[in-house]
């Protein structure tokens, strides 16, 4: 098995086992979409335009507690792999209204 040594530099943390207030969860979100400023989504024949506010306010209100925590941990691995966060974005918002029907 290889090691990575460039990847081991960066470690993400798992905040999965730890109690965090509303508040401390939604900072840790702000902090890793600090890459975001707006976010263009092409959903059902319209173009929806949100801003990094919006994003965390509609994760935080419509998905549970602990898969927003899932989704902060999988944003985190996808910055440390130096990939573009928009997509994987894209894909939880546009699935969210379809788990709320």
Known sequence: MLYDFKMSKKHVFDYGDIRLSRNQIKHIFYQN??????????????????????????????????????????ISLIKNRQSDVSGYLKYILIGIPATNE
């Open 33 to 74: 979409l600090q890459s975001i400023q707006r976010l263009t989504i092409n959903f059902e024949n319209e173009t929806i335009f949100l801003t990094k506010d919006e994003i965390i306010e509609i994760i935080m209100t419509k998905v549970q507690r602990r898969e927003v925590i899932k989704i902060i941990h999988m």
